[in-house]
């Protein structure tokens, strides 16, 4: 069973990059799929991109293609998200959620197709 712990979060002007980590213990985190959610105050979960095990495929939500980047450090066991040109929007509470083994292209974005869950990291973008 893995553990998953957010890190990285933050207060930040529009305009500004963060970048985002998922930490894992408990197993190697290369075996399982990686997503990445968010939720804001009032809205529902919403998946904003995953990375695949076999391939490392990064797969991202329209809201943040071109501007968010998944990528894996095997060797710190970790996941990361690269946030840039953040925008108000942006503004929630960060999970990532993991799944072993890969999971079909229509789940990608369905919270409950992941098993396991940080408890997230907050990012608040404002001037």
């Known amino acids: 069973q893995v553990q998953l712990v957010e890190s990285g979060g933050g207060l930040v002007q529009p305009g500004s990059s963060l970048t985002l980590s998922c930490a894992a213990s408990?197993?190697?985190?290369?075996?399982?799929?990686i997503g990445w959610f968010r939720q804001a105050p009032g809205k529902e979960r919403e998946g904003i991109g995953c990375i695949t095990v076999k391939s490392n495929t990064t797969s991202y939500a329209d809201s943040v293609k071109g501007r968010f980047t998944i990528s894996r450090d095997n060797a710190k066991n970790t996941v990361y998200l690269r946030m840039n040109t953040l925008e108000p929007e942006d503004t929630a509470l960060y999970y990532c959620?993991?799944?072993?083994?890969?999971?079909?292209?229509?789940?990608?974005?369905?919270?409950?197709?992941?098993?396991?869950w940080g408890r997230g990291t907050q990012v608040t973008v404002s001037s």
């Open positions: 408990g197993d190697t985190l290369r075996n399982y799929h």
């Open positions: 959620a993991a799944v072993f083994q890969d999971i079909d292209i229509p789940y990608y974005w369905n919270p409950k197709a992941y098993d396991y």
